[in-house]
Each structure stands twice: as structure tokens, then as C-alpha cells.
Nanobody
Framework: QVQLVESGGGLVQPGGSLRLSCAAS????????MAWYRQAPENERDWVAS???????NYADTVKGRFTISRDNAKNTLYLQMNSQRPEDAAVYYC?????WGQGTQVTVSS
């Protein structure tokens, strides 16, 4: 079955960087668009960025210019490079592919 497993979350200071990874299995990863979402406490799950099967990215305005989504089809892995992080970036980050979701990885931005 399809499985998405996120990793790379943690505590980062404002202005710092983290890279999230999402390892995919159980389907032909390279065929599908992928996306990152995030959900802060008491908020809805919001779209952060997506990438087509061909590698074309798209970003929410709130992260444009700071975050970079990428994929390695040979490794069946999706990435999210997060730079210049702000306290409002703190959330659980989820990997999404079609109808499948990962379990999420927590990102905390605090000094």
C-alpha cells in the first residue's frame, strides 16, 4: 500500500533552516505530483507547496522565496528546504501524494 514517511522536523531558531524529507513507497512516485501541507494548533491544514511529476514547483505566498520544494525520483523522496524561518512557520508538516498522507513531522520555531 502507499506509504509516506516524513522526517527532518525539529526545533529551529527564527531565521534558521531545516530540510524535511518524505520517503514514498508502494506506488510509482515519479508519476505523481506531490505536496507539503502544514497545520498549526487550532488551525486548518494549509497547503505550503507542490511539485509536478516533471519538477515544476508552486508555493503559497506565505513561503515563497523562503522555502524550496524538490524531489528525487530515483530515491522516491520529496523534500522541503525551509530557510529564513519565522515563528508562524511552526506547525506539523505533512507530505501529500494523491489521497495519501504521511503522519506528519513537527517543526518548532523558537529562540
Amino acid at each position: 500500500q502507499v506509504q509516506l514517511v516524513e522526517s527532518g522536523g525539529g526545533l529551529v531558531q527564527p531565521g534558521g533552516s531545516l530540510r524535511l524529507s518524505c520517503a514514498a513507497s508502494g506506488y510509482t512516485f515519479s508519476f505523481y505530483s506531490m505536496a507539503w501541507y502544514r497545520q498549526a494548533p487550532e488551525n486548518e491544514r494549509d497547503w505550503v507547496a507542490s511539485i509536478t511529476s516533471g519538477g515544476a514547483p508552486n508555493y503559497a505566498d506565505t513561503v515563497k522565496g523562503r522555502f524550496t520544494i524538490s524531489r528525487d525520483n530515483a530515491k522516491n523522496t520529496l523534500y522541503l528546504q525551509m530557510n529564513s524561518q519565522r515563528p508562524e512557520d511552526a506547525a506539523v508538516y505533512y507530505c501529500n501524494g494523491g489521497e495519501s498522507w504521511g503522519q506528519g513531522t513537527q517543526v518548532t520555531v523558537s529562540s
